[in-house]
């Protein structure tokens, strides 16, 4: 179903109608489903759609499959989609961790943003957020906005000061990546023996880091031959040619040229949950997934020493957002497979409780009674005047 003449226009009330998750990429289609898990836990009988925004699709074929098989409730395929979702009555919330920029005009807008009736538009973070100061801006006019770490909180609030056309708005900690960690299961954690490199499209940023990291995993592969060792690939080369992220040295090439590979170093492009359920160890540079390594129960390395990292511009960023976690690893302590429990006030910081999914709804309960809303017929008025 498309956004338009389709969508019906009978009157539901608030409290009834489905939430809407957006996504367009793999990572907003991995919140929106760890999102919609959060709601249902929370609510099994709530309704929650999965809203494909075509318009700025870097999704392939396979990755739908592979992680939507049922496909997308709504498709939204232009730039007046959001206008009409905005006051279609059809929605409850509109829940993203990417406020597109057709979505951001029409929140911009400021009849149609005191409007009644319109759904709630709750924002998250796309993850690890290495540039905040522009993530808080394009989340400037957000009805609701869930920050991970706690101390974003507060540098949100800074920044908003200067803002003098802000409405209303509620800041949150968390993030369905981010829910507090459950003890692994000790047995299972014994016979988990895979060791899993996750890979990251844009850093490394040069091939010599590239091979590097290749380099290292041959090397643990080589004296640990009873166990597995996979590159945990982001997408497949010939993929996401539209995405956000180009990759521009696939590691499935690299590979190629690299000689001497063990039996035991291999490629995989599985999804983050199964590579997460075979896991026995989970290394990576600058990715979000350390957060999920860590939510998991599986140790987690995370090293930041390869070649040239000095010209990788997420090094610096993801260096302090660790700074504290006892989770970066030297290159020795890596090739060792050394590990570390991380620091308990990191995680603190970083973890949010695992009632998200009452946090949204309770968050949308109050933007529905919210002062200052104008009736559809004037909002109808004022764009005739």
Same mark, same amino acid.
């Given at each position: &179903?498309?956004? $338009?003449?389709?969508?019906?226009?009978?009157?539901?009330?608030?409290?009834?109608?489905?939430?809407? @998750?957006?996504?367009?990429?793999?990572?907003?289609?991995?919140?929106?489903?760890?999102?919609?898990?959060?709601?249902?836990?929370? /609510?099994?009988?709530?309704?929650?759609?999965? =809203? #494909?925004?075509?318009?700025?699709?870097?999704?392939?074929?396979?990755?739908? *499959?592979?992680?939507?098989?049922?496909?997308?409730?709504?498709?939204?395929?232009?730039?007046?989609?959001?206008?009409?979702?905005?006051?279609?009555?059809?929605? +409850?919330?509109?829940?993203?961790?990417?406020?597109? $920029?057709?979505? +951001?005009?029409?929140?911009?807008?400021?009849?149609?943003?005191?409007?009644?009736?319109?759904?709630?538009?709750? %924002?998250?973070? !796309?993850?690890?957020?290495?540039?905040?100061?522009? =993530?808080?801006?394009?989340?400037?006019?957000?009805?609701?906005?869930?920050?991970?770490?706690?101390?974003?909180?507060?540098?949100?609030?800074?920044? %908003?000061?200067? #803002?003098?056309?802000?409405? #209303?708005?509620?800041?949150?900690? !968390?993030?369905?990546?981010?829910?507090?960690?459950?003890?692994?299961?000790?047995?299972?954690?014994?016979?988990?023996? /895979?060791?899993?490199?996750?890979?990251?499209?844009?850093?490394?940023?040069?091939?010599?880091?590239?091979?590097?990291?290749?380099?290292?995993?041959?090397?643990? *592969?080589?004296?640990?031959?009873?166990?597995?060792? #996979?590159?945990?690939? +982001?997408?497949?080369?010939?993929?996401?040619?539209?995405? @956000?992220?180009?990759?521009?040295?696939?590691?499935?090439?690299?590979?190629?040229?690299?000689?001497?590979?063990?039996?035991?170093?291999?490629?995989?492009?599985?999804?983050?949950?199964?590579?997460?359920?075979?896991? $026995?160890? $989970?290394?990576?540079?600058?990715?979000?997934?350390?957060?999920?390594?860590?939510?998991? !129960?599986?140790?987690?390395?995370?090293?930041?020493?390869?070649?040239?990292?000095?010209?990788?511009?997420?090094?610096?960023?993801?260096?302090?957002?660790?700074?504290?976690?006892?989770?970066?690893?030297?290159?020795?302590?890596?090739?060792?497979?050394?590990?570390?429990?991380?620091?308990?006030?990191?995680?603190?910081? &970083?973890?949010?409780?695992? /009632?998200? !999914?009452?946090?949204?709804?309770?968050?949308?309960?109050?933007?529905?009674? +919210?002062?200052?809303?104008?009736?559809?017929?004037?909002?109808?008025?004022?764009?005739?005047?």
């Amino acid at each position: &179903m498309t956004a $338009g003449s389709s969508v019906p226009t009978d009157f539901i009330p608030f409290p009834q109608r489905p939430m809407l @998750l957006l996504f367009s990429d793999d990572s907003t289609l991995f919140f929106a489903l760890r999102m919609r898990a959060c709601l249902q836990a929370e /609510d099994p009988d709530l309704k929650v759609e999965m =809203g #494909w925004v075509v318009a700025e699709n870097a999704l392939s074929y396979r990755q739908m *499959a592979q992680l939507l098989p049922e496909g997308p409730d709504i498709a939204l395929p232009g730039k007046t989609a959001f206008r009409e979702l905005m006051l279609a009555h059809r929605y +409850r919330a509109i829940v993203t961790s990417r406020v597109y $920029g057709a979505l +951001r005009i029409q929140l911009k807008n400021t009849a149609l943003h005191l409007t009644a009736e319109r759904p709630c538009v709750v %924002a998250f973070l !796309g993850g690890l957020d290495f540039f905040p100061l522009k =993530g808080r801006a394009n989340r400037r006019y957000c009805d609701g906005v869930f920050l991970v770490p706690r101390s974003e909180l507060a540098a949100f609030e800074a920044q %908003a000061k200067d #803002w003098d056309d802000r409405m #209303w708005q509620e800041l949150d900690f !968390g993030h369905p990546s981010f829910l507090t960690p459950t003890p692994p299961d000790p047995d299972q954690q014994t016979q988990r023996r /895979d060791i899993y490199f996750f890979a990251q499209a844009l850093s490394p940023s040069t091939r010599r880091a590239r091979l590097h990291m290749l380099r290292a995993m041959a090397a643990i *592969a080589r004296a640990n031959p009873d166990r597995q060792v #996979w590159i945990k690939l +982001r997408h497949l080369p010939d993929e996401n040619r539209q995405h @956000l992220h180009q990759e521009k040295y696939d590691y499935t090439s690299l590979m190629d040229a690299l000689p001497d590979v063990p039996d035991n170093l291999q490629l995989t492009a599985c999804t983050m949950d199964e590579a997460l359920a075979n896991a $026995g160890l $989970g290394i990576t540079c600058t990715s979000t997934a350390a957060v999920d390594i860590v939510r998991a !129960g599986v140790p987690c390395m995370v090293h930041l020493d390869f070649v040239d990292n000095y010209l990788d511009q997420l090094v610096e960023p993801m260096r302090q957002l660790f700074a504290d976690s006892g989770l970066i690893t030297s290159l020795e302590d890596m090739l060792c497979l050394r590990t570390q429990d991380p620091a308990q006030k990191w995680l603190d910081e &970083m973890f949010c409780s695992r /009632d998200l !999914g009452q946090q949204v709804l309770a968050m949308v309960e109050r933007f529905d009674k +919210r002062p200052l809303q104008i009736t559809a017929y004037e909002l109808s008025s004022q764009n005739q005047a």
